[in-house]
């Protein structure tokens, strides 16, 4: 389970017992000032895990069915900045991250940046930040998983909103050699800006 943009700067495990429930492990990326957070819990009961990597933007943990030394992957959750130099900085960051860490990949979060034209609801582009996520998920060689019945996750909920496709899950083709039979389908987004995905 990942839960973005927690807005904490540390989560104690009471409270992410009340959030995750009694059998999740997790970690999380404390918010800067007022912004970001990042909480990841994994059920104990299906995964193990061996490893935990953390930046400033992303945090990533290698997992595996319990007794299997093989079959791990490693699942990255990302919160992207909103300024175009930290966007840079965010992108450079997966990217090193992958350089160092091989083998199947799930990277999932809100990138808070598109990559197509069809994932806003409006020609307000920003065409380099968008060649530039293109061209990392091109280096990377990272595949989107389809989102089943929903154009967008984001609204800017005004009389005339802008919309967006800023919520996204990719992987690795070994990964999705790993777990064939997947969905991602939209849940109800009545309590947020952004609209949950499950997997």
């Known amino acids: 389970m990942c839960i973005l943009e927690t807005k904490l700067s540390v989560i104690c495990n009471a409270l992410a017992n009340e959030i995750l429930g009694t059998t999740f ?10 912004s970001g957070g990042i909480l990841l819990g ?7 895990t061996s490893d935990v990597h953390k930046g400033w933007y992303t945090i990533s943990v290698k997992l595996s ?14 919160y992207g900045p909103q300024l175009d ?3 840079v ?5 997966l990217l090193h991250f992958r350089d160092s860490h091989p083998g199947p990949w799930f990277l999932c979060g809100d990138f ?19 060649r530039r996520f293109r061209a990392f998920l091109n280096r990377v060689n990272l595949e989107e998983l389809n989102l089943v ?19 996204r899950m ?30």
């Open 42 to 48: 994994w059920n104990n009961d299906c995964w193990t």
């Open 85 to 87: 130099h930290e966007k």
């Open 112 to 130: 808070n940046m598109i990559y197509r034209t069809q994932d806003k609801n409006n020609g307000r582009l920003d065409r380099r930040c968008m």
């Open 149 to 167: 019945g929903r154009r967008f996750t984001w609204s800017s909920e005004r009389e005339r909103p802008t919309l967006e496709l800023l919520d």
């Open 65 to 78: 069915a319990p007794g299997a030394s093989t079959d791990q992957w490693w699942i990255t959750v990302v």
């Open 89 to 93: 900085e965010f992108l450079d960051e």
């Open 25 to 34: 492990a997790y970690d999380f990326l404390p918010a800067m000032n007022v």
């Open 170 to 199: 990719f992987a690795s083709m070994d990964w999705f050699a790993a777990f064939p039979n997947h969905m991602l389908r939209p849940l109800s987004s009545d309590c947020s800006d952004h609209c949950p995905l499950l997997l």
